[in-house]
């Protein structure tokens, strides 16, 4: 698993990205109660604003890790945004995509990195 | 910047893992590790203690007191009854509010909460303007608390069994753990609860032990601002200003009818003129509840606008939010009066996007006060 700045979480799984966002992230958004998601099929650039997610605080948006194609998004976060703060890492995940370019993942931290990142 | 002030039980906030953040020259909890949307839910489910020391406290005291406050606020002062407590607002001469209020007329003086952001112009303002004989005293040795929710009075009666006696709005002196306590029975969450107002040496012991009491969660500043907006109550600055009068605000419930065209004590506020005229021939715009009929939550400043496309924004959201009881985001904002009706449909842009958003009424979730 790689890691952004933007505290997204980058998982390889079956040639396709999926992406979402850190516990870190949750934990200092609060509860999420509102998530807007891209559309399917939707052609994307590395750092274009692709989400939104609103939390009891505030607005931030998700930006795309990695220019490709989105195919497929998570649905279920529309019905229940609180899945992000339950479980970040796991069924909370946004989306998944199709990359063009995989060499930003090389910048990207590793755990042990991401950690240090957060402090 | 300045540094920030800080409340009396600000180590107690830290102690009990409190996020610190800005508000109104204080360093304040903003949520405890609790967070917002479970100290929403645990203060309309049982009870909630905030600390609103921030607030400002002051006393008027002398004989034209009454007298001299009503010519600074359009209610009625002089026929509040003792043990009794009032919402009201300084006004200003182009008829806007200046800050609002509670008075409590606690027999030989009247005792005043008025917002944080506000108190030293609100005292600046009494004594330019009251008569010599009356003092106008900043509170500035004490500490105020407020414990809300239906459990609240379960929670306190176990200190003081004579609160279970008072009704919504009635205020008394209260000895609490030993301290004398000012106590009135109000809050601004829309739940039943107490105000209390609490000297500062006594103030963290006291706080301590209503927390022990494993009914009472401490709520923080976010909890508070969703509470109230689904309470369909105004926060000064955003809901109400010095350029937005008490009609347009929907708040002319506040203005007693001795105060009003025809009444004993007619008039004789700041902008008169302006607010009882409006209140004759109607306002061009309303404060009304919105809820938007998505997901999406419409925050403070966004604009509404009549349709779904063309034509300039026709209104403002004034505060926005998910609400936590109501499961659904809410607004409040100001739109023409003519789209002021309940089930009218309006737009508000969030992101670009148009998003149909109809007038509601408030409260959202209804009040529930001890009468």
Known sequence: MKFTEEHEWLREEDGLIVVGITEHASEQLGDVVFIDLPEEGTEVTKDEEICVIESVKAASDILAPLDGEIVEVNSMLVDEPSKVNDDPLGDAWFFKMKPSDLSPMDDYMDEAAYKKFVG | MAELQRTPLYDLHLELGAKMVPFAGYDMPVQYPLGVMKEHLHCRAEAGLFDVSHMGQVILRGAGAAAGLEALIPQDVIGLEAERQRYGFFTNEAGGIEDDLMFANRGDHLFLVV???????????????????????????????????????????????????????????????????????????????????????????LTRILLSDERVEPI????????????????????????????EAALTWGIQKVRRTGGAREGGFPG???????????????????????????????????????????????????????????AMGYVPSDMSAVGTRLFGEVRGKRLPVQVAKLPFIPANFKR
């Open chain 2, 115 to 205: 917002n944080a952001g506000c108190k030293e112009a609100d005292v600046a303002r009494m004594r330019a303007a009251l008569e010599p004989d009356v003092s106008v005293e900043f509170i500035e040795n004490r500490a105020l608390l407020a414990l809300q929710g239906p459990a609240a009075e379960a929670a306190l009666v176990v200190l003081a069994p004579e609160v279970a006696k008072m009704k919504f709005m009635d205020v008394a002196t209260v000895s609490l753990n030993g301290a004398e306590c000012w106590v009135s029975r109000s809050g601004y969450t829309g739940e039943d609860g107490f105000e209390i107002s609490v000297p500062v040496d006594a103030a963290v012991e």
């Open chain 2, 220 to 247: 923080g500043l976010g909890a508070r601002d969703s509470l109230r907006l689904e309470a369909g109550l105004c926060l000064y600055s955003h809901d109400i200003d010095a350029a937005t009068g008490p009609v």
């Open chain 2, 272 to 330: 008169a003129d302006v607010i009882l005229g409006q209140m004759a021939e109607g306002v061009a715009r309303k404060r009304v509840g919105l809820l938007p009929e998505g997901r999406a939550p419409m925050r403070e400043g966004t604009e509404l606008f009549a349709d779904a496309e063309g034509d300039g924004a026709i209104g403002v959201v004034t505060s926005g939010a998910f609400g936590p009881s109501l499961q659904a985001p809410m």
